[in-house]
Every structure is written in C-alpha cells, then in structure tokens.
C-alpha cells in the first residue's frame, strides 16, 4: 500500500464539472451550457489557428510578446505589466500558488466563479464565502469576512452565473476597505459584454494600487474557450512572481496566433457585441413572459429561477430541454439548486428555447 499523502486541501476539492455537451440518444444537440460566443470565433482566428500549424514542430514564443502587445495597444496598457496564461483559470491558480497557503484564507462571494475556492484548496488555503444581497457582491459582505488570515479576495465582476456587476464606485470602496496586504483580483472574464456606463473592468483599480490584480479570457466574446487562452494585468511586482511561476511555454503558438486575430478583428467582435445584446434582450423578454423569473444580466447568459413545485422545478425542466435536445447548465454547484444558466446563441436557438420553455410552462 502506498504511503504517499497529497497536500491538505486536495482531498476537500471538488473537481470542477463543466457544462454538458452531449444528449445520450442524441447526435445532434444545441449546447447553451457554456458561456461559449455564439457567432463562434472570428474567421481571422480560424485562418491565423490553420496558418500555425504549420509551426506546431516550433516551441511557441515564451513571453506572448507580440500579444502582449496587442492587448497593451488595445487596452492602453504597459505590456510588461501583462501576463498571458492557458485561459484566465491558470493566472487564477497560480495568483494563490503566489499568495496564499496553509493556514490562510481566501475570500469569495457565495455565488462565485467555482475555481475561487478550487484554486484555495489546491494549495491548502480556507475558501471563505461572504453573502451576497440580490446575487450581487456585497461590498460590506465581503469586507466584514475579512480576517486576519485573508490574503486574496477574488471578486468576479460581472459574475459569473449571477450575471450582475458592481460600478466602478463600488469596487473602488471595495479596493480600499481592505488591507495592502491581501491581493484583491478582478476576474472580469465577461467585461466585453457589458454596457453599462457606471462599469469599470478593473484596469483603474490595478493603476491605483499595488495590491491589485485584473484576469480577462479569449474564451467569451473571442470564442477561443478550446484553445485556453487568458490574460491578467497588475503591478509591476505581481508580473514578475507570476512570471517566475508560470512554466515557461504555458501558451500554445496556435493560441496566441488565434488571439492575436481576434483580437485584430474588431468588427467581428463588435457584432458578437451587438448579436448578444439583443438576443440577451429578446430572450429575457420572452421568458419573463412565460411568467418566469429571470434577473437582469450584463453577461452572455441569462439565469432563469423556477418554481420548488416538482415537475415544475429546475430539474424538470433541464429534462425537458435535453429531450428536445437543448443543453442547459444546473447550477446546485453554486448554490442556486432552482436555477438554470442559459447561454445567449444564434437566433434559432435562441426561438427554441422560448418554444421548448413555453410548452413545459404550460
């Protein structure tokens, strides 16, 4: 018998499950699980991905340099003060490999993005929860679960599944309600979608203080979730442990050929833009029709509360949609058991939905 011991917390994790993406009996299905762009990603993408296989003998370039560029150029950023990742979850992961450990705590609210507190665990932190009001982050929640022993806050901003926000005001009383010694990161993986003058994604925050932390994916409206492509910015200091950390080609040469595209083609990401605010519009409109219970969403997804009844509850009604083929996410994993999350898809899709709904409404 083996005496090898992992490291406490390991054992405590719950492995993450990502949403579904096959109906058993079922060869054809519409996936609405995932968060995943609708439009798919951009041509130039597509092409810049086949163009680098021709490479793929080649080690890809360590330092991301030329999309580093890219994003500092877009976001008017220092590109030495951004690190590139295998998607936003290894930047999150190594943000507590860096900065937190056994005997510490890591902060969430209690309907955060489920790495939060995997990335905790994984090196042997606590995973705290702190309340929100109306599934939004609750400033003062948050701040009166900080302890002695907190070292990162992670704070999805728009969460995700919520899909609310807080303003730019309010995560600044945020920023400054904590100590400069805990780490506050803003995962702002869906900030492309929101159009709300009162939002700020995190770069100003980072620009103020040297405790703070801004994470960004290609895998939302760039649509390039299978190639794993993520981005952070922050101070000069915490760009430089990340680098240390990271494992020095974490980032495909297909992938940052692909982002660099996409990136590139800002007319297609402005009609990704436009295509899911007004699906996301019609969407809710319909449903709250059907006399359903839907919060207001800046993401690319809606989550849709039903009834406690059995037969009309959650449960049912992901079986319903999966027997007409539609794939929906459940959401008992992060404590909303009486919620779906569906995702904003093409316009048929989206029709199929509200009929498939309708009818299991009655």
């Not at 190639?227 to 080609?249: H, Q």
């Amino acid at each position: 018998m083996s005496t090898l011991v992992a490291r406490p917390g390991i054992a405590e994790i719950d492995p993450y499950v990502g949403g579904e993406s096959a109906i058993r009996g079922r060869d054809r299905v519409v996936k609405l699980a995932s968060n995943e762009g609708a439009l798919g990603p951009s041509p130039k993408a597509v092409a810049a991905y086949i163009e680098a296989g021709k490479l793929m003998h080649r080690y890809p370039d360590g330092g991301c340099v030329a999309l580093r560029s890219a994003l500092a150029e877009r976001h008017g950023l220092n590109r030495d003060r951004i690190v590139c990742g295998a998607g936003s979850d290894e930047l999150l992961s190594l943000l507590c490999r860096a900065y937190a450990g056994p005997g510490d705590e890591v902060l969430y609210s209690e309907h955060g993005f489920l790495i939060f507190p995997i990335a905790a665990r994984a090196v042997g932190a606590t995973p705290v929860t702190a309340p929100e009001a109306k599934r939004t982050v609750d400033v003062d929640a948050v701040l009166a679960c900080v302890s002695e022993k907190t070292r990162v806050v992670f704070i999805a901003n728009p969460n995700n599944p919520t899909g609310t926000y807080l303003g730019a005001a309010d995560m600044r009383r945020l920023k400054d309600g904590l100590s400069d010694s805990v780490l506050l990161v803003v995962d702002a993986a869906y900030a492309e979608y929101v159009e709300r003058d009162d939002y700020e994604p995190g770069i100003e925050l980072v620009d103020s203080a040297a405790s703070v932390v801004m994470t960004r994916t290609f895998s939302k409206i760039h649509a390039l979730g299978g190639l794993r492509l993520g981005w952070c910015y922050g101070p000069p200091a915490v760009i430089d442990v990340l680098n240390r950390l990271r494992l020095p080609f974490n980032v495909s040469g297909a992938a940052q050929a692909a982002g660099l595209a996409a990136l590139g083609d800002v007319a297609f990401t402005e009609e990704s833009r436009r295509h899911n605010a007004t699906w996301r519009a019609w969407l809710t409109e319909r449903l709250r029709a059907l006399g359903l219970s839907i919060g207001d969403s800046v993401c690319n997804f809606v989550i849709v509360q039903f009834p406690a009844t059995p037969g009309r509850d959650a449960e049912a009604a992901d079986a319903f949609l999966k027997e007409r083929g539609l794939i929906a996410r459940r959401l008992a994993g992060y404590g909303l058991p009486g919620c779906l999350r569906i995702t904003i898809g093409r316009e048929g899709e989206m029709r199929a939905v509200v009929d498939a709904l309708g009818e299991f409404v009655g």
